[in-house]
């Protein structure tokens, strides 16, 4: 039987928070990358400033200061051709750091899912920011374990550790929302 229009009704009630949630998180996450890639990184790709921007040079000089921390000699040797840094490693350069791997598109879709998700504001205040830094720290993690297993040519293997180090940072955003939802539901 063909459903009635007044028997959708409901549905479309019930479904009314999903859809919300799917475009705050769309409206979000698009729109701040859009404002990120249009006006943020094109500036900086500019044949006038051609020069690496700020976050992703932040973003590699602390991946090499964990390098550090975790006793491993590297360097950092920004690109001007590839608009990106260099992470260096033993004198060879491991990992190239550009703008799409900085970090900042797991961040924003982490940003955007809780922004979306419905908590009160005062729990969003603190946990938010700490869980964006958290995220941060995870992805230069996994960029600084790229730069030790890398051996300067993409084999096969690097391939793999670099699908794994890739999963491992998506399953921490995923447990850091899944903490949100935990946190933003209890009474």
Request: overall charge positive; proline content about 5%.
């Amino acid at each position: 039987q063909p459903l009635k229009p007044f028997k959708l009704l409901p549905l479309l009630k019930e479904s009314l928070p999903i859809l919300k949630f799917i475009l705050i998180v769309t409206i979000a996450y698009f729109g701040i990358d859009f404002l990120y890639q249009n006006f943020y990184l094109d500036h900086y790709a500019s044949p006038s400033v051609f020069r690496t921007d700020p976050f992703t040079r932040i973003y590699s000089k602390n991946v090499v200061s964990f390098l550090s921390l975790i006793g491993v000699k590297a360097v950092l040797n920004e690109s001007a051709r590839n608009l990106g840094c260099y992470i260096n490693v033993n004198g060879v350069n491991q990992v190239l750091v550009i703008a799409r791997c900085n970090g900042f598109p797991n961040i924003l879709l982490l940003f955007s899912l809780l922004l979306a998700f419905p908590g009160p504001i005062k729990k969003k205040l603190w946990y938010i920011p700490m869980a964006l830094l958290i995220l941060y720290g995870c992805n230069i993690v996994r960029v600084g374990l790229l730069a030790i297993t890398n051996d300067s040519q993409y084999t096969q293997y690097f391939k793999y550790i670099k699908l794994l180090a890739n999963v491992i940072t998506h399953i921490s955003l995923l447990v850091i929302f899944l903490i949100w939802l935990k946190i933003s539901l209890k009474k």
